[in-house]
């Protein structure tokens, strides 16, 4: 085989393995996320206002790399089922405030429990993960520099 023809092999392909990887890892966090009525994209949002309390739509959907098209459903579901609130600002009217209610933060306990179970279920320790993290880290900066 041609080292061109080699390079075009599925396996080999940087896209294949994190399309992979990252509905693999997905499917690890569902069952954990089940019992607290989330799904990984409401569990993005949490972790986000767990972090920072209180924050604008647009402050999420940077923070998160969603739109606010995509995120709005998220954001509407997690309303409904008690864990946040949606509030124009009072200093902005503009401005479409995301805070927690009691119960959202009150989630965060039950959470907590989340990180090590990923890591016993993927069977890796944790200087694995952040070894992981770093190198994804590097990939999503540099996508985003051949993005501007």
């Known amino acids: 085989m041609s080292d061109m023809t080699e390079a075009l092999r599925l396996e080999r392909q940087v896209c294949f393995a994190l399309a992979v990887a990252s509905r693999g890892v997905i499917g690890v966090y569902r ?3 089940q019992p607290m009525g989330l799904t990984h ?14 924050l604008s739509v647009k402050e999420l959907s940077k923070l998160l790399r969603l739109d606010p098209g ?3 459903p998220l954001l509407k579901r997690l309303e409904a089922i008690g864990y946040l609130r949606r509030r124009r ?6 401005v479409l405030a995301i805070t ?4 959202g933060r009150q989630l965060r306990s039950e959470a907590e429990r989340i990180p090590p179970s990923v890591a016993r ?3 890796m320790d944790l200087e694995e993960l952040q ?10 900066a540099a996508a985003d520099d051949t993005h501007r």
Do not use: C, F, K, N
């Not at 569990?43 to 986000?48: D, F, N």
């Not at 600002?89 to 503009?94: P, V």
């Open 31 to 33: 069952p954990l996320l």
């Open 41 to 54: 994209p409401q569990y993005l949002v949490m972790l986000a206002l767990w972090e920072h309390d209180q």
């Open 70 to 72: 995509t995120l709005s």
């Open 89 to 94: 600002d009072s200093r902005d009217e503009r």
């Open 100 to 103: 927690l209610t009691p119960e």
């Open 121 to 123: 279920r993927l069977g």
């Open 131 to 140: 070894e992981l993290h770093r190198v994804l880290t590097r990939v999503i």
